[in-house]
């Protein structure tokens, strides 16, 4: 049966508790594998901790309430940690069940488990909780690579639609350089999920706003989630592409976040040699950029304040409830 709230690492939430929201950051991430690489930099959780709590505290500072965290299961997901740091920080944390894409997760197990199992696996982590934490996870992650889903992804991502459906948390999704968003779109619907319940998550890795306009068109949630990462995008294209959503009628639909990492478990191989050299090399990609830099552009741009609180505030509050009984 579906859930009538939402849930956090340390309890429930209502829709309108929500408040301004980060939808896709994260604490901790960590490649599968990580713990095995003896030549990698070692975690050090209380000062992970200690760092951590600040920078809750200046997202506080920017009026941010909730944080979610989705980061998948095989990725280094840590729920006793979240649920330790919004206890330090008053942050609420929200975090996901659910697997990476094939070329960078975990695969052999879930490999090799019927979509059944894994559906009852994502249904049991947001019913009963996480392992023996009894922290329930409060939506779910899906992945799919780049430009052709894998058999291994579908599956997956079948047992997501499932078990979203079952439970009416939302769906996330990771897409490879903006790439199969539609193909999640008719994977999810298909088992009878409205695509409302679906973030397409990373829709800003291309300057293709057409692309991001037919997700829109769709009714999902299309994800401008990696504000600083210029790497992969130009600030300005992204800033430039959420005006033309809000001319073609569509600001409804926009999502933001920055895809940031607080700490790095491990080595963040294939793009820097260290999380330092990283941060150095991506200087906005912070959790804050986009109150410090982003909404100022928006707002030279004409974007009035209250449709700013609808991109931070209503379209994750419509999200989170799309699937909530009411
Ligand atoms: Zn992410």
Redesign the pocket.
């Known amino acids: 049966m579906a859930l009538s709230k939402i849930q956090t690492t340390t309890g429930t939430a209502t829709p309108a508790e929500l408040g301004r929201t980060l939808v896709?950051?994260?604490v901790l991430?960590g490649y599968p594998g990580w713990e095995l690489d003896a030549r990698a930099p070692k975690f050090k959780r209380a000062d992970a901790m200690l760092r951590a709590v600040d920078q809750m505290h200046e997202l506080q500072s920017h009026g941010v309430s909730t944080f979610l965290d989705?980061?998948p299961m095989d990725l280094g997901r840590d729920p006793v940690f979240l649920a330790e740091l919004s206890q330090k920080s008053g942050m609420r944390i929200i975090c996901t069940t659910g697997m990476y894409f094939e070329a960078e997760g975990n695969t052999f197990t879930f490999r090799h488990l019927p979509v059944e199992e894994v559906t009852a696996i994502y249904v049991q982590e947001i019913e009963q909780g996480i392992g023996d934490t009894g922290i329930k996870a409060g939506a779910i992650k899906m992945a799919t690579g780049a430009d052709t889903v894998s058999d291994y992804e579908r599956k997956l991502v079948i047992a997501a639609a499932r078990a979203a459906k079952i439970t009416g948390v939302p769906l996330i999704s990771?897409t490879q350089n903006a790439t199969c968003g539609h193909a999640q779109i008719d994977l999810v619907t298909g088992e009878g999920v409205p695509a409302c319940q679906l973030l397409v998550?990373?829709s800003d890795g291309t300057p293709d706003f057409e692309y991001q306009k037919s997700l829109a068109e769709r009714d999902a949630y299309v994800g401008f989630?990696r504000f600083g990462i210029s790497l992969f995008q130009p600030d300005e294209v992204r800033v430039a592409n959420i005006m033309k959503m809000r001319a073609a009628g569509h600001l409804e639909r926009v999502l933001v976040s920055h895809?940031s990492?607080m700490c790095w478990l491990g080595r963040p191989l294939p793009y820097a040699p260290s999380f330092e050299a990283m941060l150095e090399m991506l200087p906005d990609w912070r959790s804050t950029h986009i109150f410090r830099k982003i909404v100022p552009q928006l707002r030279a741009q004409g974007m009035t304040e209250q449709e700013i609180e609808i991109i931070l505030v209503d379209n994750p509050r419509r999200w989170f409830s799309a699937g909530l009984a009411s």
């Open positions: 896709h950051e994260h991430v989705p980061c990771h998550g990373h989630d895809d990492i």
